[in-house]
């Protein structure tokens, strides 16, 4: 038996509601990342700080021809610098990344690498004897998930390079620019270079590129920088730092990632609980570069995460974080602040690799350096911040400009998809969020460069506001007040999103890319007009309900009602009152079906509310000229009407405070009953055969 807390009537239709739509939604999707069970560092640590002291390691080649040729266009002084470093190196230096690593013997070392082609040989062997053979289970991209023991008896199993437990070590390049010194896994391993359990780790200014997952990997980490580095070229992600505290990108760019560049997942929770006011926040990214990639940024459970003066452009997304996938600490996401970055063009569309096969075929002939990307996720193209599922978060002062469909998309994220059942979290995301002071469809430069539209939302969840000069889908969005957790009204409480979006996302969710399964009937992956989900919804609704409604006009209001007709105690002038109250009321009826097709395309312009004031009219007149005939049936048709008019009121006017469900879905479920009552009083009468005068009572028929 369910069990629900204390609650009024209308919060429990609410969850029940809820709990119906969870039957109906699908199963979790695919992880875009799978990690074995980690928890949060303690916090104790500290960002780490670039030092020019303590034990050194060099790593070179030992072609001179090739060296000299890299450092020719150096700065003189970088130049000589390097000359003498190559010199030492081929005296006392190692050949191999990882073979410097091996020979750190306490926390405080510093190791530097010397321009050159980095393939780490020695590594990429596959594995043998018990390597081979370790007991683990299968992620569902079909890699395995290893402790951090099986990680260090086997480190080369998925890793190219591996810093395991290593405390305080610096890695740095010597060159005049990242890509002066390369770290290549050759898509022959997961991840070009892991450092997990490695507090105060330092990279910087070097590249690391061409995985089957990610270039730059730190896990459990407390106290890391990413300084000066590039990513590029993965099957996932660029960057992509897990379970951690005290983290700092500065200056890092990242490109052709099939999910995101920078990937600060389940970073430390340390703000949970709070409201936008915060001591602190767990990872810091600034002056970072993120482009063609699927999304620029990414983050399940990105929480306590600080974004500020980046630039995300020409991705399929901006920048995205979610609470979606199970097994991330820190769910639901919260408390992530982007302010001061300039988003924008968001609009590339690589599903077409995918459809075409060229994202099944092995990572190496794909053509990622030719600039082909395979999107590992389902996102929508020409978005600039995507929050599937997030609390407490801050987008504000951010330019956000040129995107083919929105600057901010808001969408539920029910708890279940991460694997949590119990009722009262089933509608604890997408609450809280503030969007305030962006400058939204115009450049730094001033010039106009307009988004389609400014929002996204399907509606869910409560003290979300926005700033916004164009237009949104819903026509209204709650608006902000002056500081993060004010609103300039009463906003909105809704446990459940809108039903057609609601729709649009099931369908939507259905991408995978192994499968190649690109859903029709989702805007995301090309489908306009009628072949769009929510414009077939609708469509298949406007027409039942019209049969009804002509059905209804012609069999029992078309002609005057039995009882007025045979003059029965009826007002004479009565029925064709009504007569002609009811034609007029169906044709205003089927007008707004109509209207609501259309609507359904452009429901970020007052489309659909005219259609629901049409329909909401119609019905409403239908019923009062049902009434002289169907007292309750008649009442019941103006209820609905009246639900309709209201929707008409929260889609154009004043999104309705306090009601748990949108008047679509109030509309919607009362809409269920009235059909069936509809489809009784249009069943045929039944026929009475007239007794003739003449006929002795004897003889009347039976």
Same mark, same amino acid.
């Not at 500290?46 to 030992?62: D, F, I, Q, W």
């Not at 008896?153 to 998925?158: A, D, G, S, V």
């Not at 926005?466 to 957790?485: A, L, R």
């Not at 007569?579 to 044709?587: K, M, N």
């Given at each position: 038996?369910?069990?629900?807390?204390?609650?009024?009537?209308?919060?429990?239709?609410?969850?029940?509601?809820?709990?119906?739509?969870?039957?109906?939604?699908?199963?979790?999707?695919?992880?875009?990342?799978?990690?074995?069970?980690?928890?949060?560092?303690?916090?104790?640590?500290?960002?780490?700080?670039?030092?020019?002291?303590?034990?050194?390691?060099?790593?070179?080649?030992?072609?001179?021809?090739?060296?000299?040729?890299?450092?020719?266009?150096?700065?003189?002084?970088?130049?000589?610098?390097?000359?003498?470093?190559?010199?030492?190196?081929?005296?006392?230096?190692?050949?191999?990344?990882?073979?410097?690593?091996?020979?750190?013997?306490?926390?405080?070392?510093?190791?530097?690498?010397?321009?050159?082609?980095?393939?780490?040989?020695?590594?990429?062997?596959?594995?043998?004897?018990?390597?081979?053979?370790?007991?683990?289970?299968?992620?569902?991209?079909?890699?395995?998930?290893?402790?951090?023991?099986?990680?260090?008896?086997?480190?080369?199993?998925?890793?190219?390079?591996?810093?395991?437990?290593?405390?305080?070590?610096?890695?740095?390049?010597?060159?005049?620019?990242?890509?002066?010194?390369?770290?290549?896994?050759?898509?022959?391993?997961?991840?070009?270079?892991?450092?997990?359990?490695?507090?105060?780790?330092?990279?910087?200014?070097?590249?690391?590129?061409?995985?089957?997952?990610?270039?730059?990997?730190?896990?459990?980490?407390?106290?890391?920088?990413?300084?000066?580095?590039?990513?590029?070229?993965?099957?996932?992600?660029?960057?992509?730092?897990?379970?951690?505290?005290?983290?700092?990108?500065?200056?890092?760019?990242?490109?052709?990632?099939?999910?995101?560049?920078?990937?600060?997942?389940?970073?430390?929770?340390?703000?949970?609980?709070?409201?936008?006011?915060?001591?602190?926040?767990?990872?810091?990214?600034?002056?970072?570069?993120?482009?063609?990639?699927?999304?620029?940024?990414?983050?399940?459970?990105?929480?306590?995460?600080?974004?500020?003066?980046?630039?995300?452009?020409?991705?399929?997304?901006?920048?995205?974080?979610?609470?979606?996938?199970?097994?991330?600490?820190?769910?639901?996401?919260?408390?992530?602040?982007?302010?001061?970055?300039?988003?924008?063009?968001?609009?590339?569309?690589?599903?077409?690799?995918?459809?075409?096969?060229?994202?099944?075929?092995?990572?190496?002939?794909?053509?990622?350096?030719?600039?082909?990307?395979?999107?590992?996720?389902?996102?929508?193209?020409?978005?600039?911040?995507?929050?599937?599922?997030?609390?407490?978060?801050?987008?504000?002062?951010?330019?956000?400009?040129?995107?083919?469909?929105?600057?901010?998309?808001?969408?539920?994220?029910?708890?279940?998809?991460?694997?949590?059942?119990?009722?009262?979290?089933?509608?604890?995301?997408?609450?809280?969020?503030?969007?305030?002071?962006?400058?939204?469809?115009?450049?730094?430069?001033?010039?106009?460069?307009?988004?389609?539209?400014?929002?996204?939302?399907?509606?869910?969840?409560?003290?979300?506001?926005?700033?916004?000069?164009?237009?949104?889908?819903?026509?209204?969005?709650?608006?902000?007040?002056?500081?993060?957790?004010?609103?300039?009204?009463?906003?909105?409480?809704?446990?459940?999103?809108?039903?057609?979006?609601?729709?649009?996302?099931?369908?939507?969710?259905?991408?995978?890319?192994?499968?190649?399964?690109?859903?029709?009937?989702?805007?995301?992956?090309?489908?306009?007009?009628?072949?769009?989900?929510?414009?077939?919804?609708?469509?298949?609704?406007?027409?039942?309900?019209?049969?009804? *409604?002509?059905? %209804?006009?012609? /069999?029992?209001?078309? &002609?005057?009602?039995?009882?007025?007709? @045979?003059? $029965?105690? +009826?007002? #004479?002038?009565?029925?064709?009152?009504?007569?002609?109250?009811?034609?007029?009321?169906?044709?205003?009826?089927?007008?707004?079906?109509?209207?609501?097709?259309?609507?359904?395309?452009?429901?970020?312009?007052?489309?659909?509310?005219?259609?629901?004031?049409?329909?909401?009219?119609?019905?409403?007149?239908?019923?009062?000229?049902?009434?002289?005939?169907?007292?309750?049936?008649?009442?019941?048709?103006?209820?609905?009407?009246?639900?309709?008019?209201?929707?008409?009121?929260?889609?154009?006017?004043?999104?309705?405070?306090?009601?748990?469900?949108?008047?679509?879905?109030?509309?919607?479920?009362?809409?269920?009953?009235?059909?069936?009552?509809? *489809?009784?009083? %249009?069943?045929? /009468?039944?026929?009475? &055969?007239?007794?003739?005068?003449?006929? @002795?009572? $004897?003889? +009347?028929? #039976?």
């Amino acid at each position: 038996m369910l069990y629900f807390p204390r609650m009024s009537l209308l919060r429990k239709l609410s969850v029940t509601v809820l709990l119906a739509l969870a039957c109906l939604l699908p199963a979790a999707p695919a992880l875009a990342h799978e990690e074995r069970p980690v928890s949060f560092p303690d916090g104790t640590g500290s960002v780490p700080v670039y030092r020019t002291t303590g034990p050194e390691l060099l790593v070179c080649k030992t072609d001179r021809a090739d060296f000299d040729k890299r450092v020719a266009t150096f700065p003189a002084a970088l130049k000589e610098q390097n000359l003498r470093l190559f010199e030492r190196c081929q005296k006392d230096g190692f050949r191999h990344l990882q073979e410097a690593v091996d020979q750190v013997k306490g926390p405080g070392y510093n190791i530097k690498i010397l321009p050159g082609l980095y393939q780490e040989e020695p590594s990429l062997p596959e594995p043998t004897g018990a390597c081979a053979n370790l007991p683990a289970r299968l992620s569902s991209f079909g890699y395995q998930i290893l402790s951090f023991e099986q990680q260090q008896k086997c480190p080369h199993n998925q890793n190219l390079v591996a810093i395991l437990g290593i405390k305080d070590l610096q890695i740095e390049g010597t060159g005049a620019t990242p890509r002066d010194v390369i770290v290549d896994a050759q898509y022959k391993k997961l991840n070009a270079i892991r450092a997990d359990m490695a507090n105060g780790i330092y990279f910087r200014n070097f590249t690391a590129q061409r995985t089957t997952f990610n270039s730059l990997y730190i896990l459990a980490t407390d106290g890391f920088v990413i300084d000066r580095m590039l990513t590029r070229w993965n099957d996932e992600y660029g960057f992509l730092t897990f379970a951690s505290d005290h983290g700092l990108y500065t200056d890092c760019e990242s490109h052709g990632n099939g999910d995101s560049g920078i990937y600060p997942g389940s970073a430390s929770d340390i703000n949970a609980g709070r409201s936008h006011d915060v001591p602190r926040y767990s990872i810091e990214i600034r002056g970072c570069k993120s482009y063609q990639n699927m999304v620029g940024y990414s983050g399940t459970a990105g929480n306590s995460v600080w974004a500020h003066d980046n630039e995300f452009f020409d991705n399929m997304a901006g920048a995205s974080m979610d609470s979606l996938f199970p097994d991330h600490p820190g769910l639901p996401q919260n408390h992530a602040k982007f302010e001061k970055n300039k988003i924008y063009n968001n609009n590339k569309n690589y599903y077409n690799h995918v459809r075409d096969g060229t994202c099944a075929k092995p990572a190496g002939q794909r053509g990622y350096e030719s600039g082909v990307v395979c999107p590992q996720i389902g996102v929508a193209p020409g978005t600039g911040i995507l929050t599937a599922g997030g609390n407490f978060n801050v987008y504000r002062d951010n330019w956000i400009y040129g995107h083919d469909r929105t600057a901010f998309m808001l969408l539920w994220a029910p708890a279940f998809l991460r694997g949590e059942e119990a009722l009262d979290k089933q509608a604890d995301t997408s609450h809280d969020n503030f969007y305030g002071g962006n400058r939204l469809g115009v450049a730094p430069d001033g010039s106009v460069r307009p988004n389609a539209t400014d929002v996204i939302w399907d509606g869910q969840g409560s003290g979300n506001c926005w700033d916004t000069q164009g237009p949104t889908s819903p026509y209204v969005v709650p608006g902000c007040g002056g500081k993060p957790g004010e609103l300039a009204g009463a906003g909105s409480h809704r446990l459940v999103g809108e039903p057609a979006k609601l729709a649009h996302g099931l369908v939507c969710a259905e991408y995978n890319v192994v499968e190649r399964r690109l859903p029709a009937g989702c805007d995301w992956f090309g489908s306009s007009g009628l072949a769009r989900v929510e414009v077939q919804l609708t469509l298949g609704t406007s027409v039942f309900i019209g049969l009804i *409604v002509a059905l %209804l006009w012609w /069999r029992r209001l078309r &002609t005057a009602p039995a009882a007025a007709a @045979s003059g $029965a105690g +009826a007002d #004479a002038a009565g029925a064709p009152r009504a007569g002609r109250l009811g034609a007029v009321s169906a044709v205003l009826a089927l007008a707004g079906l109509a209207l609501d097709v259309v609507g359904a395309a452009y429901d970020h312009t007052l489309l659909p509310a005219a259609a629901l004031l049409l329909l909401g009219g119609g019905l409403t007149g239908m019923g009062l000229a049902l009434r002289r005939e169907y007292r309750f049936f008649g009442g019941a048709t103006i209820v609905l009407g009246a639900l309709t008019l209201l929707d008409a009121v929260d889609k154009s006017l004043l999104l309705i405070p306090w009601l748990p469900l949108s008047p679509a879905w109030l509309r919607g479920l009362f809409a269920i009953v009235w059909v069936l009552w509809a *489809v009784v009083r %249009l069943a045929p /009468r039944p026929r009475t &055969t007239p007794v003739p005068e003449s006929t @002795s009572p $004897a003889e +009347a028929p #039976a």
